[in-house]
């Protein structure tokens, strides 16, 4: 299993921003020798949905539409970390969001933080 720490998240205004952090736990090894990490969104009522992707070398893979050109995914080395800075913020970025990183033939998630864009 891959082991995984989230954190960030919170409460902003439209228009707003917020960086997500997930820390590769040492146990694990380093963020390189992953295959993919991506972050997933789980909206009220809605099923989990996948954001953004990115290899632990730091190629992005994915981007969901409706966050093109708002999102960023990126690899942090020294920080063994994969970041989601999430800019021009809206309120149907509304979500529980969580870390998910795969190595080989194992895979973990990281604990769900959550995302409010409320005025």
């Known amino acids: 299993q891959v082991h995984l720490v989230a954190s960030g998240g919170g409460l902003v205004q439209p228009g707003g921003t917020l960086r997500l952090s997930c820390a590769v736990s040492p146990v694990s090894g380093s963020i390189r020798s992953l295959d993919a990490m991506a972050w997933y969104r789980e909206p009220p009522g809605e099923q989990r949905e996948l954001v953004a992707e990115i290899t632990g070398g730091g190629d992005v893979l994915y981007y969901l539409d409706s966050v093109k050109g708002r999102f960023t995914i990126s690899v942090e080395d020294a920080k063994n970390t994969v970041h989601l800075e999430m800019y021009n913020l809206k309120p149907e970025d509304t979500a529980v969001y969580y870390c998910?990183?795969?190595?080989?033939?194992?895979?973990?998630w990281g604990q769900g933080t959550q995302v409010t864009v409320s005025s």
């Open positions: 998910w990183g795969r190595k080989d033939l194992r895979s973990g």
